[in-house]
């Protein structure tokens, strides 16, 4: 019940800040203020959810929202697609160009995550200045622990700044009106490393009283992930720092495994004790998720019983479900596939199929039911369209995985095999020898038939994966994570971005480049101190 009324709170409060919409950053002339004058309000220690709650609420249109973080990461990645159909889904030739690394320098996606993780920079920026300057008279610990919590927040929203955009601002004084100067990459991630270095020690440990916000753990895992990702972000491997980081997550003993992999993904998934943070969503209070929506066939809605109608977009890349072992339960439980029934009477009403026989662009139209739709985040019966399902942006089976690779890539992959066996049980419970892998497997190419796939779903132009260094692990990051936000990262790091083809996407010409989004031309024109990233 606390999750429950800490979710609440995230949901509904707006009543220490303002939780107007910012176009970006560099747009400094908007006045704004906050909703309640600090005058008019006397705070106290228990107040401080309220108060940092709306710094919260744009990651839910970030995430879920349309052509939002969500699909950035994975419609340009080798998991998820959007073909056309015949109710539509050209859109102009926007997924095509996500699927081909095609994109412009006017591509909302990215412009999209610009535009909402600079939100939540503002927000940041403009609480903090309230509790400095007494406008919001805290307890001077209460105080003290508000902005330590602030700034983990706005370290999390320049971290997405970080991975897509590179070179950036930082802006950090909300009374600072002037254009602010671009910060190289290695700038914004020293940046975000010693923000998180001196606010950890001040974050809290507490967990149940901390659901959708960032604890002493949450900001551990979010510092783990940087370094993690630290040999692309700015060229030194900090596999050691990986490791310190998710072992103290480890011993905490805060977080476990989830019993059941379908728990952490449920409509009631803030009970789930591997979720580590999330983005709470609510069909009423917090609207977002609607990844149902884009996914499911308009006939779906008689499989749930839905009071919406979906829109029939997106589906997995058939390479990808090839991938997967039979007796591996991620399968069914992330994608719906088969024979879909009316819930009123019985009756199939459409038949869900692995092929999908291209993006689209030169006459192709993929059938209403090509592909299998994503059924990770659990539709219950009745569902509107929008899900109460919260997105665990970081989740316990992530720490433990970050762990092993971090193992893996430093000459301990027996080790590193523990670990990935641990996460595999519950997905293999009809088969348990299935799950135990060998450091000698992990040290193996992929199973993912890379490749061009024609109109008749022959792969042509392949080597596979064979050749992808520590291929066999990223295959199980994405058998884990598929549908996660997360698979343009992982196959990043892996090389596979920037080497593989996969569906209808070949490297681009100039495929390194492409690891970086471009920044937003209606942003370059705002601030001159903006340069455009190389490449573009």
């Known amino acids: ?114 535009n909402q993780a600079y939100a939540t920079i503002t927000k940041v920026n403009m609480v903090i200045m309230q509790i400095e300057d007494g406008l919001l ?3 001077e610990e209460t105080g003290k622990d508000a902005i330590a919590e602030l700034r983990a927040t706005r370290a999390l929203a320049y971290y997405l700044l970080l991975d897509n955009h590179g070179n950036v601002p930082i802006v950090t004084d909300y009374r600072d009106d002037s254009l602010p100067q671009q910060k190289t990459r290695k700038e914004l991630y020293d940046f975000v490393i010693k923000e998180l270095e001196e606010v950890i020690p001040m974050l809290s440990e507490e967990v149940s009283s901390m659901y959708g916000r960032i604890n002493i753990w949450a900001a551990k895992t979010l510092l783990a992930k940087i370094y993690l990702n630290a040999e692309v972000y700015v060229g030194v491997a900090q596999w050691d720092k990986v490791i310190k980081e ?52 308009p006939l779906s809605r008689l499989v749930y019983g839905m009071a919406a109608g979906p829109w029939g977009g997106n589906c997995a890349v058939p390479q990808f479900i090839d991938s997967y072992d039979k007796d591996d339960t991620r399968l069914i439980d992330t994608w719906i596939q088969g024979p879909q029934l009316n819930v009123s009477t019985g009756a199939e009403v459409i038949n869900y199929v692995k092929q999908v026989p291209g993006i689209g662009g030169d006459g192709t139209v993929a059938a ?24 665990p942006m970081f989740r316990y089976a992530d720490v433990l995985m970050m762990k092993a690779e971090a193992l893996l890539r430093t000459n301990k992959a027996n080790e ?21 892998v060998t450091g000698a497997q992990l040290m193996l190419g992929s199973n993912y038939n890379y490749g061009w796939q024609e109109k008749n779903n022959t792969v042509t132009g392949t080597n596979g994966g064979a ?17 996660e ?3 343009r990262q992982d196959i990043i790091r892996f ?21 970086l989004f471009p920044i937003p031309n209606a942003e370059i024109t705002k601030n001159p101190n903006l340069k455009q990233n190389p490449g573009y």
């Not at 670990?419 to 299935?434: D, I, M, T, W, Y």
């Not at 090389?495 to 690891?515: D, E, I, L, M």
């Open 368 to 391: 209403s039911n090509a592909g299998y739709r994503i059924g990770k985040y659990a539709i219950k019966q009745g569902a509107t369209n929008n899900l109460d399902n919260d997105y």
């Open 485 to 487: 936000a997360r698979r």
């Open 1 to 114: 019940m606390k999750n429950l009324k800490l979710k609440n709170i995230l949901l509904l409060s707006g009543l220490f800040g303002s939780i107007m919409t910012f176009n970006a950053c560099t747009d400094l002339n908007e006045e704004v203020y906050s909703e309640v004058l600090g005058s008019t309000v006397d705070p106290k220690e228990r107040d401080l959810p309220f108060i940092v709650a709306p710094t919260y609420s744009s990651f839910r249109s970030l995430m879920f929202g349309w052509q939002g973080y969500f699909d950035l990461q994975e419609e340009s990645a080798d998991h998820i697609i959007t073909p056309v159909r015949p109710n539509g889904w050209d859109d102009g030739g926007t997924y095509r160009r996500m699927h081909q690394h095609m994109w412009t320098t006017e591509q909302w996606q990215p412009y999209n995550t610009w």
């Open 467 to 483: 050749d992808v260094k520590y291929g066999r692990f990223l295959d199980e990051l994405g058998w884990e994570f598929a549908a």
């Open 495 to 515: 090389g596979v971005f920037q080497s593989k083809s996969w569906f209808n996407h070949k490297p681009h010409t100039n495929a390194q480049s492409r690891t």
């Open 137 to 139: 008279a805290l307890p």
């Open 246 to 297: 998710t072992n103290d997550i480890i011993a905490s003993n805060q977080y476990r495994l989830d019993d059941d992999y379908k728990n952490v993904f449920s409509p009631t998934n803030q009970n789930s004790p591997e979720i580590i943070f999330s983005v709470p969503y609510d069909e009423v209070y917090g609207f977002g998720n609607q990844i149902h929506m884009k996914t499911l066939d």
């Open 416 to 436: 590193a095999a523990v670990l990935v066996s641990q996460v595999r049980a519950r997905s293999f419970k009809e088969n348990p020898a299935k799950a135990q």
